[in-house]
């Protein structure tokens, strides 16, 4: 059964960098098909797209926060990773990470982590 | 940018049926497939409908999906309403292969 677990400190001040990690176990990040993404939800609110990426490294972001975010892959440790720079008090939310084929469904979601951008 | 855009709640009673409504902005919403994502309070969303209308295994058929490009619309129905459907869903779809998008999402009360 996949399994995926974020890992990552949960408060970061402002304007520092958020940095989460993604440990998929019970199966291959390098599964052929399949992309790694990035769910966020602020508190009380909806779901909002960060982004995905391909275990070859090829990447894709919301527009909306592209200049801010980056995300890497680690196929020795099984793990993907995301890094939102100059994060502000909106940046508050449960972030997710999930598993999704192309022009699927997200099949496969990590507990949550909830990270608190605060001085 | 392509967006979908859901009504913010809807109600119903025990047994009865409701429709969510899932509204692209844009060019042709059944171009994609349409996913619905159900996700009751404290917990992680978990998909009831994939690809339009595919149930995935454990989920009732009560559950169902269906897209309309007259109205550029998704909808998901929920038939014979039952107090654990009281959750928020969210529709999910593509702008091209590689950019998605979610809906607003849509508060569900069983009254």
């Known amino acids: 059964q996949l399994q995926l677990q974020e890992s990552g400190p949960g408060l970061v001040k402002p304007p520092e960098t958020l940095s989460l990690t993604c440990t998929v176990s019970?199966?291959?990040?390098?599964?052929?098909?399949?992309?790694w993404g990035w769910v966020r939800q602020p508190p009380g609110k909806g779901l909002e797209r960060i982004g995905s990426?391909?275990?070859?490294?090829?990447?894709y972001y919301n527009p909306s926060l592209q200049s801010r975010v980056a995300m890497s892959v680690d196929t020795s440790s099984n793990q993907f990773s995301l890094k939102l720079s100059s994060v502000t008090a909106a940046d508050t939310a449960i972030y997710y990470c999930?598993?999704?084929?192309?022009?699927?469904?997200?099949?496969?979601w990590g507990q949550g982590i909830l990270v608190t951008v605060s001085s | 940018n392509f967006m979908l855009t859901q009504p913010h709640s809807v109600a119903g009673s025990p047994g009865r049926t409701v429709t969510i409504s899932c509204t692209g902005s844009?060019?042709?919403?059944?171009?994609?497939?349409v996913q619905w994502y159900q996700q009751r309070p404290g917990s992680v969303p978990t998909t009831v409908i994939f690809?339009?209308?595919?149930?995935p295994s454990g989920v009732p058929d009560r559950f169902s999906g269906s897209v309309d490009s007259s109205s550029n619309s998704a909808s998901l129905t929920i038939s014979g309403l039952r107090t654990e459907d009281e959750a928020d869903y969210y529709c999910?779809?593509?702008?091209?292969?590689?950019?998605?998008?979610f809906g607003g999402g849509t508060k569900l009360t069983v009254l």
């Open positions: 990426i391909y275990y070859s490294g090829a990447a």
């Open positions: 999930v598993r999704h084929i192309s022009l699927g469904h997200f099949d496969y």
């Open positions: 844009s060019g042709n919403i059944a171009a994609n497939y």
């Open positions: 690809e339009n209308n595919q149930r």
């Open positions: 999910q779809s593509y702008d091209d292969s590689t950019h998605w998008v």
């Open positions: 019970g199966g291959s990040i390098t599964s052929s098909g399949y992309y």
